[in-house]
């Protein structure tokens, strides 16, 4: 990442506002990266090509309230809890390197004591 690598956290467990503080980070940053840190409580989060009732147990999801939102990329359909913590990384798409992006989210877990 660059030396202007920003680093936010929601603060909010509601997969509605994470997913639209993420896209509205995206498109209203100016220069330099982005590491966001979000956890979503009880939900299915789809991918913007899926179609939700495909994927979904819609008995299921409302027996046990979980909430269903869909995200602005692509990719499966994924649970969040509080016992997974999710990341963004934006960049520009030529910056994009897998190794250093893995490599930052190892070095913020050994500063949290997370092994």
Known sequence: MHATTAYLETHSQDPFFNLAFEEYVLRNRTEGDYLILWQ?????????????????????????????????????????????????FIMPKEDYDLDRQVSVIQKACALAGIT
Not at 61 to 88: K, S
């Open 40 to 88: 979503n409580d009880r939900t299915i989060v789809v991918g913007q090509n899926q179609n939700t009732e495909a994927e979904i147990n819609r008995s299921f999801v409302e027996q046990h309230g979980l909430r269903v939102v869909r995200r602005m990329t692509g990719g499966g359909a994924v649970y969040h809890d509080l016992g997974n913590l999710n990341f963004t």
